[in-house]
């Protein structure tokens, strides 16, 4: 089969490109050809990864032509809902845990039960890997791998400052010290995380609290936890151990526009599988650990979960079609070994055995730091309720910018927060 790749460009700005295999294909055309569109979002490297499988799936799929189209920043997010509107959503696009619960509930997602096991092969992943893309009692998607929280951070900057390699049991107090201190001796400082929802949630999983509560759709945190929260990291910032306002804002939660990948900070706070991503463009080694805690020996604030996931429109006349795809994606030997651990750990032990060996060092890092946690992470959450994403987006983000440019105080911030974020998450 003669495939035809038209380059593509990606921008941080939420540039789109897409991308059709099959154009100038010698094998004859099929009554029954089908043409899937995949949609997600992510770096360069993800997008070369995707591609390279679904052009190894038309090779061994004749009649099928997968349409990728990969987007970067909040433009995802935007397309999303106006394929939503328009009743055209892709046939498979990528969501997180973040999202899923509150996609499927907005009717984005196919339920995927009626394609398992026959055409959706997931029976070896275990049934609780299944409960982490379950909702309201169905499947809406099929996790591409594990991961969970992380900080990575450039060994370089912390040895010419002189600061050991954070080590898991290190706490809340201790990064304080410790991020100042590069931002003395290196003008790169960590990053002004209060923006971020999962280390948020992490810090309150830490003192037996959580982002949303667990029996109804709401809050999980209060007034006081937001303000402890937000004091935090205003004093951090105010002593030298954050990024300034102006370029943490300028972070769309994606690899290329992050402080660390900027070179503006020597510490990120992401998600374990990022660190090939962000280690392609940084040109220091990278190390990775745990997120800080609130005391030794206390809860980590950690759970596993998958890294991203796949689901399929519930617009699609293709449903079958793209439950192929997907299995094929996480079953297929092949596949997993041009995927590597990008999008996490597989959730297939097949896969996971037969990648192994080719893992380069980085990958084989993130292997470790998933094993590292067994022992560390709690029970995974319920999923995320309705309005979640735009909680994150549109609540949380935008408060902790008023906050680092200082035009709302930590009281007003806290307040801010659980009374915009309650009217934001809907159940």
Known sequence: MQVNRRSFLMGTAGAAAGLAFGAGSATPAFAEDVSLRAMWWGSNDRAKRTLDVAKLYQSKTPGVTIV???????????????????RSIADVFQLEPGTIS??????????????????????????????????DGKLYGVGLGLNSFAM???????????????TPDLTWEEYAKLAVELGKSGGKPGPFA?????????????????????????????????????DYWDKLRKAGGT?????????????DTNCLTLGKSAISMAYSNQMVGYQLVIKNKLGIAMLPREKKGGPSGHYYRPGLIWSVGATTKQGEEAAKF????????????ILGVERGVPMSPVVREA????????????????????????????????????????????????LAFERISVADAAQQLVETGKATIRG
């Open 355 to 402: 990648i192994l060996p080719q893992l380069n060092p980085t990958e084989q890092e993130t292997v470790k730091y998933i094993t590292l946690l067994k022992d560390q992470v709690g029970e995974y959450p319920p999923p995320a309720p309705m309005g979640s994403t735009e909680f994150d987006q549109r609540v949380l983000r935008p408060t902790c910018d008023e």
């Open 243 to 255: 990024v300034a306002a102006d370029v943490q804002t300028l972070d769309q939660n994606n690899i």
């Open 68 to 86: 990728g189209e990969s987007l970067a920043g909040d433009g995802y997010w935007t397309k999303l809902a106006t394929q939503m509107a328009g």
């Open 326 to 337: 997907i299995s094929f994606f996480v079953n297929d030997p092949e596949a997993g070994k």
């Open 194 to 230: 209060a923006r971020y929802t999962y280390v948020f949630d992490a810090w309150l999983r830490q003192r037996g609290k959580s982002l949303y509560a667990k029996e109804s759709p709401t809050l999980g945190f209060t007034v006081d936890d937001a303000k402890e929260w937000f």
């Open 152 to 166: 990575f951070y450039d060994t370089a900057a912390f040895e010419k400052a002189g600061i050991p390699a954070p």
């Open 102 to 135: 509150d996609y499927s509930k907005r009717g984005a997602c196919l339920a995927l039960d009626q394609f398992v096991p026959s055409t959706l092969k997931v029976d070896d992943f275990g049934a609780d890997m299944l409960k982490l893309t379950t909702v």
